[in-house]
């Protein structure tokens, strides 16, 4: 997307974005951050940006599967332990939560589910 009209762009960034909604259009603003779609350097990057919930989730002593946006986290346990696994997964879920919001992500409830 193109500056607003009588804008300058800097070459060096030159991405911007608005938000509409119907017939509503907010203003235009420079993106400082981010990556942009199609990057050679975005899964990388992904890579490099998820390890840390990775090794959370590991701490836990359970099993993370990260696959584009989406994250599995799984493990087994005995009949007699299962009071002690859901408490272990409640407390990994909060920390997965409380690790996204400060890396501003957000946790969907809707999407997040015990098996």
């Known amino acids: 997307m193109m500056p607003p009209t009588g804008g300058s762009a800097r070459i060096s960034s030159g991405r911007y974005q608005y938000v509409r909604r119907g017939s509503v259009r907010s203003s235009v603003i420079e993106l400082i951050c981010g990556v942009p779609k199609g990057s050679v350097l975005g899964p990388i990057l992904f890579v490099l940006y998820t390890a840390d919930l990775v ?61």
């Open 55 to 115: 090794q959370l989730i590991e701490a836990f002593g359970l099993s993370p599967h990260l696959y584009a946006d989406d994250t599995q986290v799984y493990s087994s346990c005995a009949p007699t332990a299962l009071a002690l696994f859901a408490s272990q997964i409640s407390e990994c879920v909060d920390a997965v939560a409380a690790w996204m919001k400060s890396n501003r992500l957000q946790l969907n409830p809707a999407k997040t589910e015990v098996l």
